[in-house]
C-alpha cells in the first residue's frame, strides 16, 4: 500500500494537543502583545542546538528590539515528524524550525505546507553570505525548488580500526571491494571470530537504515546517480548490483555479522564501521583507547576496482535543515529572514554551533576558512567529515522515500546480507517493487 503523504484529517484533537504540549505557539499574528513582530523558532530536539538558537535570538533580539524570535524545543514524541503534521494540521505551525531532512520536506512540500526558500527575499544571499552555494545545490528538488536551508551536513564515512590493520600486516584503510575483502582473508586466517562489519541494522528492512548502509555504498559507487528522480527509479543499475555483489562477497566469506553486538567496532569484534561524527564524544568518555591516527582511521566508503583513483568520492549525508512554514505571515517570514540573515552573516556562530553540536555546519568552505583552522586541528577527524560535505548527498526528495526505502530493504538488501538470495536478482526484484509503488 502505498504511503500516505502527510495524513492530516486523521490527527484527533487529543493528538494535536499532546504533540503540541511543550513546542510553543505556532504563528498566527504579525505581532506579539507589546507590538514586536514574532518569530517562532523550532529548535530540534537536541539540547546542544537548543543552546545555540536560544544564545543566538538573545543576541540577535539586542540588536532588533522590534522583533521577539522565541525558540522551543521541537517535540520528538511520538516524533519529530508527527509534531510538525500536528502543528500543521492545527493551524499553530512555528515560522520557521529546523530538524527538516530533504525525504520529509518532499512530504510538507508536497501537501503545500512549507514555502520554497528561493521565493523568500533574502535567502539567497544569507546563503552567499554562508559561503554554501554548491552545499546548497545538492538539496535542490526535482521541481527545481530549494524547500530546506541546509543548518549542518554530516558526511557517513568509513571508521577503520588500524591497529588490527597493522597487525595483519596492512598500512592504510582499504579503498576498493577487493582491497575489503583481501583484509577480510588476513583478517580470518589471523582472527576467525572477528568480521569486517558488524551491525544488527544490516539484517534489518526499516526504511531509515538504509541511509546509513546502502546510500553510502551506493552514491560512492554510482558517483552520486539519484536512486529516484521526478518520482521514477533512476537507480544506476551497474553500481546498485556491485553494491550487492561486494556485500554478498562478505556474507560468503563469514564477514558480516548483522545479529546484536554490543560496540563491536570498539571493542574489535569488527574492523571497519559506517561512521558519523556524533560517535566522538562518546568514544572519548567510554573507550579512550580509541585514538585518531594511532588506534583508529576515517576514509570514505569503499569503492569498486575501477574507481580507485576516484579523487572525491561520494557518500549519504545525515543532513538536516531549516523550513518556512505557509502559515506564517509575510511579516514573520521577512523577520525569520532578518534573523538568519543575523547568524549566518557571522562565520564565528557557526564556529559556536560546531562546537556546542559536534555536528558539521553545510557550508562550502570550512576546512579553509581560518575561523575554524584551530578547531580542526584540535578535532582532526572531524575535518575529514568536513572535508567531504561538498560530496555527501542527502536523502530523497520523494514524498514515498518511506516505501521506496522499506523496500530496498526488503527485497534486496537484507535477503543478500542473509544469503538468501544472489544480487542480481535481489536488484532487480527490488527494480520491479519500486516501479509499482512510483507508479500509483
Known amino acids: 500500500m502505498k504511503l500516505k503523504k502527510v495524513v492530516f484529517s486523521v490527527l484527533s484533537v487529543a493528538l494535536v494537543g499532546s504533540l503540541l504540549a511543550g513546542c510553543g505557539s505556532?504563528?498566527?499574528?504579525?505581532?506579539?502583545?507589546?507590538?514586536?513582530?514574532?518569530?517562532?523558532?523550532?529548535?530540534?530536539?537536541?539540547?546542544?542546538?537548543?543552546?545555540?538558537?536560544?544564545?543566538m535570538a538573545k543576541d540577535f533580539e539586542k540588536e532588533n528590539p522590534d522583533i521577539k524570535v522565541e525558540v522551543s524545543q521541537m517535540k520528538e514524541s511520538p516524533s519529530s515528524e508527527a509534531t510538525v503534521q500536528a502543528a500543521i494540521a492545527s493551524k499553530t505551525a512555528p515560522t520557521i524550525s529546523e530538524n527538516i531532512n530533504r525525504s520529509f520536506a518532499a512530504q510538507l512540500a508536497d501537501s503545500k505546507a512549507i514555502v520554497p526558500i528561493n521565493d523568500i527575499d533574502g535567502m539567497k544571499e544569507v546563503a552567499k553570505k554562508r559561503n554554501m552555494v554548491d552545499s546548497l545545490d545538492a538539496w535542490k528538488f526535482s521541481d527545481g525548488n530549494q524547500y530546506v536551508f541546509p543548518v549542518y551536513s554530516n558526511p557517513i564515512l568509513f571508521a577503520w580500526r588500524t591497529d588490527i590493520l597493522k597487525e595483519l600486516g596492512v598500512a592504510e584503510a582499504p579503498k576498493t571491494y577487493s582491497d575489503v575483502l583481501a583484509v577480510g582473508k588476513k583478517l580470518k586466517a589471523k582472527y576467525p571470530d572477528k568480521v569486517m562489519w558488524a551491525k544488527a541494522d544490516l539484517?534489518?528492512?526499516?526504511?531509515?537504515?538504509?541511509?546509513?548502509?546502502?546510500?553510502?555504498?551506493?552514491?560512492?559507487?554510482?558517483?552520486?546517480?539519484?536512486?529516484?528522480?521526478?518520482?521514477?527509479?533512476?537507480?544506476?543499475?551497474?553500481?546498485?548490483?556491485?553494491v550487492l555483489t561486494f556485500m554478498s562477497q562478505l556474507q560468503k566469506n563469514d564477514l558480516l555479522l548483522a545479529g546484536q553486538a554490543t560496540d563491536p567496532f570498539e571493542t574489535g569484534t569488527s574492523i571497519m564501521a559506517d561512521n558519523g561524527p556524533w560517535s566522538f564524544p562518546n568514544w572519548a568518555e567510554k573507550f579512550p583507547e580509541l585514538k585518531y591516527g594511532e588506534t583508529f582511521t576515517i576514509s570514505t566508503p569503499p569503492v569498486?576496482?575501477?574507481?580507485?583513483?576516484?579523487?572525491?568520492?561520494?557518500?549519504?549525508?545525515?543532513?538536516?535543515?531549516?523550513?518556512?512554514?505557509?502559515?506564517?505571515?509575510?511579516?514573520?517570514?521577512?523577520?525569520?529572514?532578518?534573523?538568519?540573515?543575523?547568524?549566518?552573516?557571522?562565520?564565528?556562530?557557526?564556529?559556536?554551533?560546531?562546537?556546542?553540536?559536534?555536528?558539521?555546519?553545510?557550508?562550502?568552505?570550512?576546512?579553509?576558512?581560518?575561523?575554524?583552522?584551530?578547531?580542526?586541528?584540535?578535532?582532526?577527524?572531524?575535518?575529514?567529515?568536513a572535508e567531504n560535505v561538498p560530496y555527501a548527498i542527502p536523502a530523497m526528495d520523494n514524498a514515498d522515500y518511506n516505501d521506496i526505502q522499506q523496500i530496498i530493504g526488503e527485497q534486496a538488501w537484507n535477503p543478500v546480507v542473509r544469503g538468501e538470495k544472489k544480487p542480481t536478482k535481489a536488484w532487480n526484484d527490488m527494480k520491479k517493487a519500486e516501479d509499482e509503488v512510483l507508479q500509483k
Do not use: C, H
Open 304 to 385: 569498486p576496482d575501477a574507481l580507485k583513483d576516484e579523487a572525491n568520492v561520494n557518500t549519504y549525508s545525515d543532513a538536516k535543515g531549516i523550513v518556512f512554514y505557509a502559515q506564517a505571515t509575510d511579516a514573520e517570514k521577512k523577520a525569520a529572514v532578518k534573523f538568519l540573515d543575523f547568524v549566518y552573516s557571522n562565520d564565528k556562530n557557526d564556529l559556536k554551533f560546531l562546537e556546542l553540536t559536534n555536528l558539521i555546519p553545510a557550508r562550502d568552505d570550512a576546512t579553509k576558512n581560518a575561523t575554524f583552522t584551530d578547531f580542526f586541528t584540535k578535532n582532526p577527524a572531524l575535518k575529514i567529515y
Open 26 to 55: 505556532g504563528s498566527k499574528n504579525d505581532a506579539s502583545a507589546d507590538g514586536k513582530t514574532k518569530v517562532t523558532f523550532w529548535a530540534a530536539p537536541n539540547p546542544t542546538q537548543v543552546k545555540f538558537w536560544s544564545a
Open 203 to 242: 539484517a534489518d528492512p526499516t526504511a531509515w537504515m538504509r541511509w546509513f548502509d546502502f546510500f553510502p555504498l551506493y552514491n560512492a559507487a554510482s558517483k552520486g546517480n539519484p536512486f529516484v528522480k521526478d518520482n521514477k527509479l533512476v537507480a544506476e543499475d551497474k553500481a546498485g548490483e556491485q
